[in-house]
């Protein structure tokens, strides 16, 4: 039994000593190519090229993938604004009493109401842009289209103190400057 398998298949004659040799050079030669620890066979310049090529398609679909998102979040973005804005514009903006504005460094101008003048004065107003025509809407939901977009909204007024001293139920109070603790 302490004969190889080579010795078994010569004696059976169905390996003859040529076949052998080549048998064995073929293995030497891939030990060879692998290199120490089993290193891998060189890859063909062709090879290399194919996963480049394949390495870069990814990273164009990639980048299209994402420009086409960030479009997409765009336009859902602005019907957002679109719809905020048509849903709680003022109506009652056609008055005797002119409001000036700059909107990109440009002066423009509403015909409004004296009640909405003391709105958008007071705060509680703001001016949207939208489709460039100007719309007023309340100061929550100019809130709401400035997260979004803030070159929406051309005018944002925060509550003044005239405002607050109006809720004010201290405010008949005087207190005395000379008071001490």
Excluded: C
């Amino acid at each position: 039994m302490g004969n190889s398998l080579f010795e078994q298949l010569k004696k059976t004659g169905l390996v003859d000593e040529k076949k052998a040799k080549k048998v064995k050079q073929g293995q030497y030669k891939s030990k060879k190519q692998k290199g120490k620890k089993g290193a891998p066979a060189p890859v063909s310049e062709a090879t290399l090229l194919a996963q480049q090529a394949l390495a870069e398609k990814a990273e164009r679909d990639r980048l299209l993938n994402q420009q086409r998102k960030d479009e997409a979040e765009r336009k859902a973005i602005t019907a957002q604004i679109r719809q905020l804005i048509q849903t709680n514009r003022v109506e009652n903006t056609d008055g005797d009493v002119v409001y000036n504005f700059t909107d990109a460094e440009v002066v423009k101008r509403l015909h409004i109401s004296q009640q909405v003048h003391r709105h958008l004065t007071s705060g509680r107003l703001a001016i949207a842009k939208l489709d460039g025509a100007y719309e007023l809407v309340p100061m929550p939901v100019a809130e709401k289209i400035r997260q979004r977009d803030e070159h929406s909204i051309i005018l944002y007024g925060q509550s003044t103190a005239a405002e607050r001293a109006e809720d004010d139920p201290y405010a008949d109070y005087k207190i005395p400057d000379d008071l001490m603790w």
